[in-house]
């Protein structure tokens, strides 16, 4: 009966959180706020009803006149880096009284758009993510989240000021469980639920700094944006960390000024901000970045780094008078001062340049929040918060065409003694040089016609063409990932002419990078060239391609990579200064890791497409048995594979077919995604990258086979310039092969590598206990898809040496599995015994001759506690000593993973530069959803270099 009772308890818990999940969806939140705008509802019936016109491209907004006197508003944003501490956010607070005084003529109203505190958004997200395997661990996350934030606004304000707060953000976190409780059911994260979510971190900061405006006894409020700002988005979801694109979310203009003037009028009168005097006494308004509405009142975001859109869509709200991006730089820099430690803040850019300096790799602000200020003339600061009294660079005003520039005759910059006319110099990385030579036999345009044409039909992404007189050289920049492809492409485009001589022949140049200086000065200016060219001249720079913009506002070069950091602290002396489509094949694509893969890519493809303008079209599918290709190269239409490998349009699974469709998709980004753990399988990853298909794969055979092989595939990748990625097979989604490979590309030396690299291992030493046996402790682990198809290779301590033997190729170590030295927890008479086939048959009966093991596994753990130790199966890789070692060891408290968590990897750097302390990459890694979130991943990084949107 208890048994029963508790199953419907947690059966009624289930079906209130997707309740509660479904009525996010439908715009419910429930009110947190009395008295206050909070929530979109109790505006509803003051606004009309938001209607089905499409009011996105809306440009004549009314300004929202919020009483301005003298002077107008101003807008200053502020990054969770700069609202980590309770110290930094009265620095904040400090920082915007100090501004709101004025700066010698009258108070400013001021507004403060606020992202969330310092890390607040990565434990948000986690709470969404461990949900779906854990939901007590989501509650711990989040309870430590709320907590932290809690005594962070302690710190800043007394008890009758916080108290109402704390009641919310209490009653936030509740909300948030019931949202997310759901999760573990459906077992994968709604976009909606995720973006619901995270948004509480802004509305939790701009209370937590309005908490301190109070005890400054100043006019101040706060207000939560999704009560104001009404918005239509063409993706869903945050978008990736660090990403600084506002996804296609576009304002309701209209709809949006009539919320902030009905705020204004309720709120704002309320709390006397009619009354003020404005010419010594303004309010300050706290406002919630990132967060918005939909016009169906649903909760929104505006993606990652969304908070810098938040602040200019206010700023034009309110007639802003400017907008101030607090940074911790002293603005934007002539160049990047990891490679010109003489680079210096710009004092002024116009939007023009701007957006030039961000197209050639400067991180400046994206286009996208630009645009609200571009419209209304709204000029943008980007000051340092730790050294506000430096003027930083203002962003205002667009560059004067080229007819107007004309007008005013050619001079010599030099003799614009004190004008420097350019205003940074940045670049590219990791481009190649395609070039067409002695096509003047040809005649006409149809030379260049036909090349041109060649690079749009294949999708290649021309960052620079030049063409010499009467068509005899057509050169071509091109991102070095496509270098190949373009290649290819033109060699077919003119296969006639070169096979009859007609053309002289057709090149590629690979480790090429560009290197651009930008500024509106340089229109009409004679000598700017020649002082660049003669820089690099002098600084033994060769120089491969020059190419000028139209509008004369940059010049390019192209010269060799390695002549970059030289070439650019050159120049910066002598100034002073269409859709992307992956074709994907996914084998093993009905086992429980390729499923998870599958749903994962399907229920992302609209937000990838309309965000990042990226496809990623699954042409192929293959279980074990049974193959699925796609007919007319479009993608399979659904994650449904098991069902389609079913009927009659599946074929039997042959690799070699698998490979004749790969090599004869005529698209130029092709990815083959291994969920097998097949030899045979991998046996092919030579010829696939031999032929261009870029590989992505958990299965280790190949990555730990024998070295001889590995080391020519490996070397096809240089060859062929594609990549073969297997991050997800040491540490499923953890960035552990990429931080090894940065350390070294640093010019680091990595000296020890350890750690646990075992979800299974992690879990079952974490969870044996008085009341849990080892074989317990197992079978829980094969019950949650920790372990392998067959748990004898983790208990064995095989899964582990694979991984070791990865860790270690990449370190240049010369190491085969025969030479990790392994210490398995099973009798030899459990690894040979035949269990017969079958998966779940399989490891019932190994599980059922693993309580032979009980007495001593536990023998081993009280040993270990009484000595204040734990139980952690660790390896170490040793690269001086040239050794590998897998055991079971009892680690003490100082020991990094004394505190593993039962579903966490760890892995700990010991280098020349980490000596006193090991540089570690920790985090969950156990179960099919993070794994195929490592490979997803992996699939994400290729098709961002397939659309040249890293470098």
Not at 100 to 129: K, N, Q, Y
């Amino acid at each position: 009966n208890n048994f029963i009772m508790k199953m419907a308890i947690r059966l009624l818990r289930a079906v209130f959180g997707i309740y509660v999940a479904s009525q996010v969806v439908q715009g419910f939140v429930p009110p947190t706020k009395t008295g206050s705008v909070l929530y979109s509802k109790k505006y509803a019936s003051k606004l009309s009803v938001v209607s089905n016109v499409d009011r996105s491209t809306e440009k004549n907004h009314e300004v929202v006149d919020l009483n301005r006197l003298d002077n107008a508003w101003e807008v200053h944003k502020f990054g969770g880096a700069s609202l980590a501490t309770a110290e930094l956010y009265r620095t904040v607070g400090d920082l915007l009284i100090k501004e709101a005084s004025g700066r010698g003529e009258g108070a400013i109203p001021t507004m403060a758009v606020v992202s969330a505190r310092g890390g607040m958004t990565d434990l948000l997200v986690s709470v969404v993510d461990s949900a779906v395997q854990n939901f007590d661990e989501a509650t711990r996350i989040l309870e430590d989240a709320v907590q932290s934030q809690i005594s962070l606004l302690n710190e800043l304000a007394p008890s009758d000021v916080t108290a109402p707060i704390e009641i919310r953000l209490r009653q936030d976190a509740k909300d948030i469980l019931s949202i997310v409780q759901s999760l573990k059911m459906i077992r994968t994260v709604p976009d909606v639920t995720m973006e619901v979510v995270t948004g509480f971190g802004e509305i939790w900061s701009a209370q937590t700094l309005y908490a301190y405006l109070q005890t400054q006894d100043v006019p101040c409020e706060w207000i939560d944006a999704r009560e104001i700002l009404v918005v239509k988005s063409d993706g869903s979801g945050l978008g990736e960390k660090g990403e600084a694109s506002t996804g296609g979310v576009v304002p309701l203009w209209e709809e949006t000024s009539l919320r902030m003037k009905n705020w204004w009028n309720d709120v704002g009168k309320g709390k006397g901000f009619f009354d003020l005097d404005y010419k010594t006494s303004v309010p300050i308004l706290v406002v919630t970045g990132f967060v918005a509405t939909t016009a169906d009142g649903v909760p929104t975001t505006l993606k990652r780094s969304g908070s810098d859109y938040s602040a200019t869509l206010f700023a034009k709200l309110i007639g802003a008078g400017r907008v101030t991006m607090w940074k911790n730089t002293n603005g934007v820099y002539t160049a990047d001062p990891r490679r010109v430690p003489e680079a210096f803040p710009i004092a002024s850019l116009k939007y023009d340049e701007a957006m030039e300096l961000a197209y050639f790799g400067a991180q400046v602000l994206h286009p996208s929040a630009m645009v609200p200020c571009i419209d209304d003339s709204i000029p943008v600061y980007v000051r340092n918060i730790f050294n506000p009294a430096f003027e930083g660079t203002v962003i205002e005003g667009r560059s004067p065409s080229l007819r107007e520039v004309a007008e005013s005759g050619t001079r010599n910059w030099r003799s614009n003694e004190g004008v420097v006319p350019i205003k940074g110099i940045t670049s590219v990385d990791k481009i190649s040089l395609v070039t067409l030579e002695g096509a003047s036999v040809m005649g006409g345009g149809k030379a260049a016609e036909r090349f041109t044409g060649a690079m749009a039909d294949n999708g290649i992404t021309v960052l620079i063409i030049t063409q010499a007189s009467s068509e005899s050289s057509i050169c071509v920049a091109v991102p070095e990932n496509q270098g190949a492809k373009a290649l290819a492409a033109v060699q077919d485009a003119f296969e006639l002419e070169l096979s009859r001589s007609r053309v002289n022949s057709v090149s590629l140049i690979t480790g090429m990078s560009i290197v651009a200086i930008v500024g509106e000065g340089m229109a009409m200016n004679s000598g700017v060239s020649a002082t660049f060219m003669s820089s690099l001249a002098r600084a033994s720079v060769n120089i491969r391609v020059i190419a000028q913009g139209s509008s004369e506002r940059q010049v390019a070069v192209v010269v060799d990579a390695n002549d970059v950091s030289r070439a650019l602290r050159a120049a910066h002396m002598a100034f002073t200064l269409s859709e992307t489509v992956a074709s994907v094949a996914v084998l093993g694509s009905t086992g429980t890791l390729g499923l998870t893969f599958m749903k994962q890519v399907y229920g992302q493809k609209e937000r990838l497409a309309k965000e990042q303008g990226i496809a990623v079209c699954v042409n192929v599918a293959a279980s074990s048995s049974k193959l699925l290709i796609c007919k007319d190269a479009n993608g399979i239409a659904t994650p449904d594979i098991e069902q389609l490998l079913e009927s009659e349009e599946a074929q039997e699974f042959d690799t070699d077919k698998v490979s004749e469709v790969m090599e004869a998709d005529v698209n130029p980004h092709r990815v083959i995604v291994d969920c097998t753990n097949s030899e045979a399988v991998a046996n092919n990853y030579e010829r696939w990258l031999s032929n261009g298909i870029n590989i992505i794969s958990p299965n280790r055979n190949m990555a730990a086979g024998p070295l001889e092989v590995f080391t020519r595939v490996k070397q096809k990748t240089l060859l062929k310039n594609v990549d073969w990625l297997y991050e997800c097979g040491v540490g499923a989604s953890l960035p552990i092969l990429s931080t090894l490979r940065d350390i070294r590309e640093t010019g680091d030396t990595v000296n020890v590598i350890r750690g646990c690299v075992s979800g299974t291992f992690a879990y079952v030493f974490n969870t044996i206990s008085e009341e849990v046996s080892f074989s317990e402790a197992v079978e829980q682990a094969v019950s949650k898809s920790f372990c392998e198809n067959d748990v004898r290779e983790d208990l064995s301590g095989l899964d582990v040496a694979t991984k070791v033997v990865i860790l270690a190729r990449n370190i240049d170590m010369a190491i085969n599995i025969e030479d990790v030295e392994v210490e398995s927890l099973l009798p030899d008479e459990i690894m040979k015994k035949d269990y017969g086939e079958g998966k779940s048959t399989l490891n019932r009966a190994i599980l059922e001759d693993l309580k032979l093991l009980d007495e001593s596994i536990m023998d081993r753990v009280k040993a270990a506690e009484a000595d204040d130790r734990v139980l952690r199966y660790k390896f170490v890789i040793d690269r001086n000593a040239g050794t590998c070692k897998c055991s079971l060891e009892a680690v003490d408290r100082i020991d990094p993973l004394f505190r593993l968590r039962p579903n966490e990897n760890l892995v700990a750097f010991e280098t020349d530069r980490y000596t006193s302390s090991p540089l570690i990459v920790k985090g969950a890694a156990a179960g099919p959803d993070l794994a195929a979130a490592g490979m997803f991943a992996d699939l994400l990084r290729l098709t961002r270099t397939f659309s040249s949107l890293q470098y």
